[in-house]
T-cell receptor
Framework: GEDVEQSLFLSVREGDSSVINCTYT??????LYWYKQEPGAGLQLLTY?????DMKQDQRLTVLLNKKDKHLSLRIADTQTGDSAIYFC????????????FGTGTQLKVEL | GAVVSQHPSWVICKSGTSVKIECRSL??????MFWYRQFPKQSLMLMATSNEGSKATYEQGVEKDKFLINHASLTLSTLTVTSAHPEDSSFYIC??????????????????FGEGSRLTVL
């Protein structure tokens, strides 16, 4: 996970937008993913983006990819208390088969 | 669809015993399963990749004799922690993907994760 970095913690108020950032180092990434993990649970795939795209929107979620800077972000609009969880970005690298390299994870806390 | 189930969800065992964790794909055939280990407040560490009918491929630093992985069928992979010690206590998560068309789609690398199994070794 040391090749994929995220901020450890983010706190936002309910109704605000959350932006979770991720930086990676490998330029051979083919797909990049965002997963959500609630306490004591497995990972839930939220969305993914192909590396030749720069934006993808899916309801409240917007993914931005800056391939030049190797920067990925996840924006959650109208953040709700149910969005409180740990968010992991992950990358799939060319030649790496189906192995995913996960980021360090960002804990999102949504306050009333 | 695309449900992956792990069992048990939580196990406590004595040091020196072996523990088996099962990972099942409930509604699809999983040609590839991955086993991860997650320490508290840390990311997932890939332990091994398991392909149905063949030996697992272990990541560097993971002891294959310590963590036995079997993927005998297209819907079941097992991880056995042999002679467990307190330092083996962790959250173990499996994920699965398939070569068949439709989700989960191997080409996108979309993986479906189990709920995780928490192992506590006393």
């Amino acid at each position: 996970g040391e090749d994929v970095e995220q901020s450890l913690f983010l706190s936002v108020r309910e109704g605000d937008s959350s932006v979770i950032n991720c930086t990676y180092t490998d330029s051979s990434s083919t797909y990049l993913y965002w997963y959500k993990q609630e306490p004591g649970a497995g990972l839930q795939l939220l969305t993914y983006i192909f590396s030749n795209m720069d934006m993808k929107q899916d309801q409240r979620l917007t993914v931005l990819l800056n391939k030049k800077d190797k920067h990925l972000s996840l924006r959650i609009a109208d953040t709700q208390t149910g969005d409180s969880a740990i968010y992991f970005c992950a990358e799939k690298r060319r030649g790496g088969g189906n192995k995913l390299t996960f980021g360090t994870g960002t804990q999102l806390k949504v306050e009333l | 669809g695309a449900v992956v189930s792990q069992h048990p969800s939580w196990v406590i065992c004595k040091s020196g015993t072996s523990v088996k964790i099962e990972c099942r794909s409930l509604d699809f055939q999983a040609t590839t399963m991955f086993w991860y280990r997650q320490f508290p407040k840390q990311s997932l560490m890939l332990m091994a990749t398991s392909n149905e009918g063949s030996k697992a491929t272990y990541e560097q630093g993971v002891e294959k004799d310590k963590f036995l992985i079997n993927h005998a069928s297209l819907t079941l992979s097992t991880l056995t922690v042999t002679s467990a010690h307190p330092e083996d206590s962790s959250f173990y998560i499996c994920s699965a993907s398939t070569l068949a068309g439709g989700p989960p789609n191997l080409n996108t690398g979309e993986l479906f994760f189990g709920e995780g199994s928490r192992l506590t070794v006393l």
